[in-house]
């Protein structure tokens, strides 16, 4: 009969003792995956509830002439919101009427006219009565001169500024107080350029400040039960990204620089950012209701998120890159520009 030795009974109880603590670590991890899974199962169930009743709510869209707020409003009108579709042109209103149900108003709107505002807001608030105003999504914008800085000029900022930031602030604050009344939702139609600096013109520094204001705002309405969102396209396939008028502006502020400035970028300078352009279609969406969804599921879910990415790009590359070091997003967002023919021109 072969007797333990000393050395054989610690070997013996510290491998026992390992295999312990490997079975304790595999339970420990089998329960931590557990509780991850069931989390994102209570997560994606919560972010699925949804309002009851849309039929006797009210929502406001400004910028309904085309794009975003256009599919917006034919798309929450079927749904069977009372849609007050606000458009610039009484073409964009004639059309969208033509397409819509009889659910459906329009009312002619410049965001930038404080009075044309106002006299909209009483006429909302005839509209809608005791009920109040369940949603307001500001969708109106303008994308201004798209250029290097150093072509652009004090007044090409002011278009996009006027529009984006304090048409959007103007007709918060005259909606507001419909909006409180029926403790609804209020949709901050941003862009992924009021994360990321991606081109020079009055068009980011606007978003920036829309981003800054639906924060304030969103931490203000908190108490009163009124739910702020914000949406962050990235690039999308609208007339708002005309490249033809885009190009059109360029070509315009071109014509009007010192010497000096045209020596430094070159004659070619336009033609070669337009190549550098090409060979990024791919970032561009063209399925307008990926924003859409984002405004839907905003005005309709008992649990709205605070912020929406809306776009494989905005998802994938831009918002990731806006939490970068500024090292690294200068190096790959400078990548996309055109060289210059002479930076000693001065």
């Known amino acids: 009969m072969r007797t333990m030795h000393f050395n054989d009974t610690i070997f013996f109880y510290y491998t026992r003792k390992e295999c312990t603590y490997h079975t304790q670590g595999k339970k420990m991890l089998f329960w931590v995956l557990g509780l991850l899974i069931l989390c994102v199962f209570l997560w ?11 039929t006797d709510k009210y929502i406001f869209i400004t910028g309904c002439d085309s794009g ?14 009372h849609v007050i579709a606000a458009c610039l042109t009484e073409s964009g209103s004639t059309a969208l009427k033509a397409e819509t149900s009889e659910r459906l108003h329009t009312v002619l709107l410049d965001v930038t006219d404080p009075e044309n505002v106002k006299r909209t807001t009483q006429w909302v608030k005839d509209k809608v009565g005791e009920k109040g105003l369940w949603g307001l999504i500001n969708n109106a914008g303008v994308p201004g001169v798209l250029a290097p ?19 959007l602030i103007s007709v918060t604050l005259n909606m507001l107080p419909l909006v409180k009344k029926a403790q609804g939702r209020v949709i901050n139609v941003s862009s992924v350029g009021g994360r990321l600096a991606i081109v020079g013109g009055g068009y980011t520094p606007s978003k920036y400040a829309v981003e800054g204001f639906n924060d304030s705002l969103r931490r203000d309405m908190k108490a009163f039960g009124v739910h702020v969102s914000c949406i962050e396209p990235g690039l999308f396939k609208t007339n708002l990204a005309d490249p033809v008028k885009t190009l059109e502006k360029k070509l315009a502020i071109w014509e009007q620089l010192s010497p000096d400035i045209k020596q430094q970028y070159g004659e070619g300078y336009i033609e070669k950012s337009l190549d550098k352009l090409k060979g990024n279609t791919s970032f561009v969406n063209m399925d307008l209701s990926l924003v859409v969804e984002c405004m839907d599921h905003a005005l309709t879910s008992l649990f709205p998120k605070t912020h929406y990415a809306a776009g494989k790009d905005a998802k994938i590359f831009w918002i990731p890159l806006s939490h ?6 200068d190096f790959l967002l400078l990548k996309q520009k055109a060289e210059l023919a002479n930076l000693k021109a001065v």
């Open 68 to 81: 975003f707020g256009n599919l917006a409003a034919k798309t929450f009108d079927k749904k069977g919101f």
């Open 149 to 167: 800085t150093d072509w652009l000029t004090l007044e090409d900022y002011r278009e996009p500024v006027e529009v984006n930031l304090f048409g």
């Open 44 to 54: 994606t169930c919560k972010g699925n509830l949804k309002i009851a009743d849309i």
């Open 324 to 329: 970068m070091p500024a090292v690294l997003q």
